[in-house]
């Protein structure tokens, strides 16, 4: 207290006090607005404990970097009569605005607690029962306060940090952005939903459609997410339009969907060491695909991806369990291990989480977007999840271009899959299911074709169990169990054909292919003659009447693969 008054920059507020007095701790203000309305640059006013009753039409804010704090947490309880749109507005020209440790939990009334759109607010420790809106500004943080039915709006705004947070029962959304929001931190935070259904526990929206995307470069990380109700959460998140995002380290349990895509114009989104549990649906979904997907080393339990991934762990229960959450350990098979992780982590019951986050020490206005385990992806245009060597030879079809695909984006219309799941992201071609089946994609205007080469990138299998990739040509209209393929078979490659279903190699020729790499395939088709190619290296030559056109398709077998690069050009 002695500090206190000798400081001439502080100020004091009691329910007390009066805003006739002049402020000082003998003879303090007594309303909220009074303070928030009468701070010069660079001071501060303490709360004492007690109730304060704000008759007031809505506070607006005048100056910037003013600090309004409650002397202990939760101790002064804020309480508007004001149904205005919002009780608490800061203006553009107010940056730097600090809010602390209020209890704000009695004030419901009017559409928001705090409207603001000046850059650099901190609203830190605050327990909160009305949204906050945050628009048109920057280096915003929003940090260890308790929201009770309520959330966090953003809009147009860009380096908002949401930490150590907790979420309790929202009306409709703990956080929802739309409308060009770049560079968001959402790390540390329980979002908790046990007492009516909800649509989604975090929203990037762009239904509105006022922008190109409701998100880019956004990092979500070491949150938890949890419904203990049946179907009172649908999704744990649900994107529309977000860019270049990461989201890693989380846990999502009970939610019918655990991350849903539901537009098609998200892009460039890695999805890594994350657990989900016991979900309704798939962990994670695409309602309308998306383009550049890196999903790899999550933890299902209970719970579908949609895609393939390698090296994630399904129905493990002892990992679901255990205080040494399987992607903290430092044997972990998971990747970016010991980036930013949650202390502990006592799996689903049903019960409230025992959370010890890490990371109290605050993060503040002017800390770059980098911060943890946080890296800007590549530009869009850079293919992030494949990548041909970039000294690897090609064998190149000359003559008349039939058909040059590089798969940065391609008409539905122009192709068709035959078994598995195939999705072109980030610039390649992708199919994800190791399925006991021939899996195809396959050109369909190619079906007049007689004379050809063509050539493709193409990922060999992980190992060789029985396990083929391969490009296939002269594939007839409509005719499954037909065409001619040359394809990887162990240490060796092939040319093999369909007739009526049944598979005949024709020819093998021995080559050191190796697990997991990347290969260009090459074959020239004239008449009844064919010439084999990998890596722009003849491999040999063969004959065969039994195919005399028909398109090209891509091939699996018990095999994911990647592919890029086809060109496919006439001979004469």
């Not at 805003?19 to 003879?27: R, V």
């Not at 744990?236 to 995002?245: Q, T």
């Not at 846990?251 to 657990?275: H, K, M, P, W």
Request: charged residues 25%; aromatic residues 12%; contains cysteine.
């Amino acid at each position: 207290v002695l500090i206190d008054i000798a400081c001439p920059n502080v100020f004091f507020v009691s329910p007390d006090g009066s805003d006739e007095n002049e402020g000082s701790y003998i003879k303090p203000w007594k309303t909220f607005k009074k303070a928030a309305e009468t701070l010069k640059t660079g001071q501060t006013a303490i709360f004492e404990d007690g109730k304060y009753n704000e008759t007031q039409s809505s506070v607006i804010f005048k100056t910037e970097n003013i600090t309004l704090k409650s002397r202990n947490q939760f101790g002064a309880v804020i309480i508007f009569s004001s149904e205005e749109d919002a009780n608490i507005i800061i203006p553009s020209e107010s940056k730097g605005v600090s809010i602390k440790n209020f209890d704000f939990s009695k004030n419901t009334k009017g559409s928001a607690l705090i409207k603001n759109e000046g850059t650099g607010l901190r609203i830190l420790g605050n327990k909160i029962a009305n949204n906050i809106r945050i628009t048109d500004c920057e280096q915003v943080v929003v940090e260890r306060n308790l929201f009770e039915g309520a959330g966090i709006i953003l809009g147009n705004s860009k380096e908002v940090f949401v930490a150590g947070n907790e979420f309790e029962n929202p009306v409709t959304y703990s956080l929802y952005a739309d409308n060009t929001n770049t560079d968001l931190m959402i790390y540390n935070n329980i979002f908790l939903n046990d007492s009516h259904k909800t649509e989604a526990a975090i929203f990037m929206d762009n239904r509105k459609k006022q922008s190109e995307f409701s998100v880019s470069h956004c990092a979500i990380w070491n949150n938890v997410i949890a419904c203990k109700g049946e179907g009172e959460l649908e999704n744990g998140i649900l994107f529309g339009s977000v860019k270049n995002s990461k989201i890693f380290n989380n846990v999502v349990c009970g939610a019918e969907t655990g991350i849903a895509f539901y537009d098609s114009q998200s892009e460039n989104i890695v999805l890594r060491n994350n657990i989900f549990a016991k979900t309704e649906g798939d962990a994670y979904a695409f309602y309308q695909g998306i383009r550049g997907f890196d999903s790899d080393y999550n933890l299902f339990d209970d719970a579908f991806p949609e895609t393939k991934e390698n090296n994630s762990y399904f129905d493990v229960a002892e990992f679901i369990n255990d205080e040494k959450d399987w992607h903290i350990t430092s044997d972990s098979r998971a990747m970016h291990t010991g980036e930013v992780v949650l202390d502990k982590f006592k799996g689903y019951s049903g019960k409230v989480f025992d959370l010890d986050l890490s990371d109290r020490d605050g993060v503040f206005p002017g800390d770059q977007p980098n911060i943890g385990a946080f890296q800007n992806v590549l530009d869009p245009s850079e293919k992030t999840i494949f990548t041909v060597p970039s000294d690897m030879k090609r064998f190149e079809p000359k003559g008349k271009v039939l058909l040059e695909e590089n798969f940065n984006r391609i008409s539905k219309e122009d192709w068709k899959e035959r078994m598995g799941v195939w999705r072109v992201e980030a610039g390649v071609l992708n199919q994800y299911h190791a399925v006991e089946d021939r899996c195809e994609f396959i050109y369909n205007k190619g079906n007049e074709w007689t004379d050809y080469a063509a050539s493709a990138d193409i990922k060999s299998p992980i190992d060789t169990d029985g396990k083929n990739v391969g490009l296939i040509f002269r594939l007839p209209a409509g005719k499954r169990g037909s065409g001619y393929i040359f394809r990887t078979s162990g240490k060796a490659v092939q040319f093999a054909k369909w007739v009526d279903n049944s598979l005949t190699v024709i020819k093998t020729w021995e080559y050191p292919i190796e697990n997991d790499t990347y290969y260009n395939f090459g074959v020239e088709a004239k008449g009844t003659h064919f010439t084999f190619y990998v890596n722009g290296e003849k491999i040999g030559e063969a004959e065969d009447s039994s195919c005399s056109m028909g398109t090209v398709a891509f091939y699996t077998f018990r095999n994911a693969s990647k592919i890029d690069n086809l060109k496919v050009a006439e001979i004469k």
